[in-house]
């Protein structure tokens, strides 16, 4: 799973990278150039002054404290393929997640949960997998409920770097690194604070080094909470879309749901 730690409003980017694994191909061009880096001008602001504003800027600690699940649907879109999917996230606190998501009407479907203990996915094609080293740990912290109020906490080294341009935003940017060698750079927007993009650059599950810039857009106020309903990822292998339809918060949701099956006609295949 090629994960970068998406913010959820919950650890969205996360989620969102997970999709790069369906589109890893040589035959696609460079998606849109990661955001310009803009003059330097006053002191930057230290990683504390940036995290809590980010905080703030998603709902803040007392807004979290009031979800204790959520669960979002929506749409996926691969321009280059001309195909489209459906993508359902569900998390609940503290740290259970399951992403399912289905392309070509059902032809694909990918899932991956973490119970709190074991970390696992499973697809059409390759079946039913338990994840350990890097990808243990890196579905470990996608499944944090409430990172955007915990970065510091989740990327202990994050060092500002600097600001930038994305689109006609002001951002500062600050680097952080993940489970496994990925690379990130955040940027905070100078004016919210909330993080509105991500470079990410590191190793996928088979090696291979992976490159993306995603871009979290169209924030609306949820129950407390800022979601961003449009995440945009462009690679050199493709770009794709995904869009929120629907949110919803403090659904009742039976632990079971997040663990491993215990087996799959498709892993059974592969053997």
């Known amino acids: 799973m090629t994960g970068v730690a998406m913010t959820r409003k919950r650890n969205f980017l996360a989620v969102a990278s997970v999709f790069l694994a369906f589109c890893v191909a040589p035959a696609f061009p460079q998606g849109a150039p990661p955001p310009k880096a803009a003059a330097k001008e006053e002191a930057l602001p230290s990683v504390d002054e940036l995290v809590a504003k980010c905080a703030k800027a998603s709902g803040g600690k007392e807004a979290w404290a009031k979800?204790?699940?959520?669960?979002?649907?929506?749409?996926?879109?691969?321009?280059?393929?001309?195909?489209?999917?459906k993508v359902k996230f569900i998390g609940k606190a503290p740290n259970k997640m399951l992403h399912v998501v289905t392309l070509a009407d059902g032809q694909f479907e990918q899932k991956q949960g973490f119970d709190g203990r074991v970390a696992w996915k499973s697809d059409t094609r390759t079946g039913l997998k338990k994840l350990e080293g890097a990808e243990f740990e890196q579905a470990k912290m996608e499944a944090i409920f409430d990172s955007d109020i915990r970065l510091k906490e989740v990327f202990p080294d994050m060092k500002v770097t600097g600001r930038a341009k994305v689109g006609?935003?002001?951002?500062?940017?600050?680097?952080?690194?993940?489970?496994?060698?990925?690379?990130?750079?955040?940027?905070?927007d100078a004016q919210t604070g909330q993080r509105i993009a991500v470079d990410s650059e590191g190793p996928?599950?088979?090696?291979?080094?992976?490159?993306?810039?995603?871009?979290?857009?169209?924030?609306?106020?949820?129950?407390?909470?800022?979601?961003?309903?449009?995440?945009?990822?462009?690679?050199?292998?493709a770009n794709l879309v995904i869009t929120l339809q629907e949110v919803h918060h403090n659904v009742p949701?039976?632990?079971?749901?997040?663990?491993?099956p215990s087996s799959e006609p498709a892993a059974t295949a592969t053997h």
């Open 253 to 260: 949701i039976e632990d079971s749901i997040f663990a491993m």
């Open 168 to 188: 006609d935003r002001d951002s500062y940017t600050v680097l952080a690194h993940e489970p496994g060698g990925k690379t990130d750079t955040f940027y905070f």
């Open 67 to 85: 979800l204790s699940t959520q669960v979002l649907d929506g749409t996926i879109e691969l321009p280059a393929f001309g195909m489209t999917g």
């Open 204 to 237: 996928d599950e088979s090696g291979k080094v992976v490159k993306a810039n995603i871009f979290l857009e169209d924030f609306r106020p949820i129950d407390g909470i800022q979601m961003p309903f449009r995440i945009r990822i462009e690679s050199p292998a």
